[in-house]
């Protein structure tokens, strides 16, 4: 509807291999639709696939910018264009990954004919800091609508990566830059690296040798395949991240977890959006952040983050307070929760699950506290228990902090410390602490 029934209907009037790739699309789409089973008024479940991932992210991505009506109009022209399509559905994937991530959308003065202008402007909500958006995708023979004339051959996935990053950065920018590139290649199998990250990040640490500081940028080389394994069920996208002229975004290296957590915080813009891209497309089971279970089943209690609780199970009087974080030991069936209080007091609190509690967590753990969150693959990741328990204690008071830590050896230096420079101290030995105890624990097996 959104791209017009009569431009469809007309395409649909075409032999297969001479419509609109979204018309293509759309015939896999329904064929996907036709073969689960069940009467048509039966709700089904059933694996995503590539064509799901290709047109309901599609529609997702449209959706997202139906409050920004000049750029979901603007691109939505250039989707109805075959020669313009591929660009078009990038920038969208773009589109709804920076939407994720928390960050307004904006299309630059068009009227400037004398200047050239980048995809559109993104601002980010959590940081104000404004930003100027480039996505380009390589072009391939016969994908995505491309001839043999406007599409390469070339099997190196990288063959365009440095024309497409020089192109961007002739663009006069006065804010900082995101530059999108996408290889359009042939998916990784998720369990070694892709064959093309190496190559890429050599080009890039090659071509930053002649950079400038006005060539600064956060570089993101993506892989969405999705349009190319229409039938899979393996999604295989990828994303490298390189700070072009920035030398303390994405760099290898061994740091400590404090140093670590300094940086993310230094470039979390930058971060929100890999953690936006890992879960692309994400389209959401219900509109209105409820689970399928309480949506179309029986509803049940559970926590929201910035909700506030009467934990009338903890002390003599219970517990007021805000949850601001949480996440789940399924082997446990415990919540534990990050709890701020009115008077500015923060504490970790243990909430039992119930059977269908645990049940639904499992099938939606990131949107199950209402708010979308990253849910480590591994709750005993260092890095990951280190921004739990950052959650839970950066707001805590400096003398509070001290009394945790009143029997450490370097006491004295401790004192010394600002606020901020102990709570990272604190949570950082805390899970010195857990991996030590855990690793005992496995040698007394």
């Known amino acids: 509807m959104v791209l017009g029934s009569e431009w469809g209907n007309s395409e649909i009037q075409k032999p297969l291999t001479a419509r609109h790739p979204i018309l293509q699309w759309y015939d896999s789409y329904c064929q996907f639709q036709r073969s689960m089973p069940g009467g048509p008024d039966v709700i089904k479940s059933a694996p995503m696939t590539g064509v799901v991932y290709c047109y309901l992210g599609l529609a997702y991505s449209l959706f997202l910018l139906k409050h920004n009506v000049e750029l979901q109009d603007r691109l939505i022209k250039r989707l109805k264009d075959p020669s313009n399509f591929q660009g078009a559905y990038y920038e969208l ?3 709804n990954t920076l939407i994720r991530a928390g960050f307004d959308l904006a299309l630059e003065d068009e009227t400037d004919g004398l200047t050239k202008h980048c995809e559109f402007s993104a601002v980010s909500k959590k940081t104000k800091k404004k930003y100027w958006v480039e996505a380009k995708m390589r072009s391939v023979q016969g994908i995505l609508g491309k001839t043999e004339y406007d599409g390469t051959k070339k099997p190196d996935a990288t063959s365009e990566l440095i024309k497409h990053l020089n192109a961007a950065l002739k663009k006069p920018a006065t804010d900082e830059r995101f530059i999108f590139i996408d290889l359009n290649t042939e998916p990784f199998d998720g369990k070694t690296k892709p064959i093309w990250v190496e190559r890429a990040a050599k080009k890039l640490e090659t071509r930053e040798k002649n950079c400038t500081s006005e060539d600064r940028a956060y570089v993101f080389v993506t892989n ?7 039938e899979s069920e393996h999604q295989g996208h ?26 993310k915080q230094k470039h979390i813009d930058a971060h929100d959006i890999l953690e936006a891209f890992r879960k692309y497309p994400q389209i959401p089971p219900t509109f209105d952040g409820n689970l399928p279970s309480n949506t179309y089943g029986k ?19 219970g517990i007021i307070g805000m949850v601001t974080s949480a996440c789940v030991l399924e082997n446990e069936k415990t919540i534990y929760c990050s709890v701020s209080t009115a008077d500015g007091k923060s504490c970790m609190l243990r909430q039992p699950m119930s059977d269908e509690a645990l049940s ?5 753990p990131e949107s199950f506290f209402g708010k979308i969150q990253h849910v480590g693959r591994n709750t005993e990741d260092p890095y990951e228990l280190f921004e739990f328990f950052m959650e839970s204690y950066q707001a805590t008071p400096k003398d509070r902090l001290l009394e945790f830590m009143r029997d450490a050896y370097d006491f004295s230096a401790l004192q010394q410390m600002e606020q901020s420079d102990l709570a990272m101290e604190y949570c950082e030995r805390c899970v010195v602490s857990i991996v030590n105890r855990n690793a005992a624990q496995k040698t007394s097996r």
């Open 93 to 95: 994937i773009v589109a």
């Open 360 to 364: 639904d967590y499992k099938a939606h």
């Open 238 to 263: 990828a994303i490298l991240a390189h700070g072009f002229g920035i030398a303390d975004f994405a760099r290898p290296g061994a740091y400590r977890l404090s140093e670590k957590y300094r940086r």
């Open 299 to 317: 509803p049940y209690d559970r926590l929201i983050i910035g909700e506030t609780y009467h934990f009338n199970d903890i002390g003599e009087n």
């Open 224 to 230: 969405i395949p999705f349009h190319r394994t229409l």
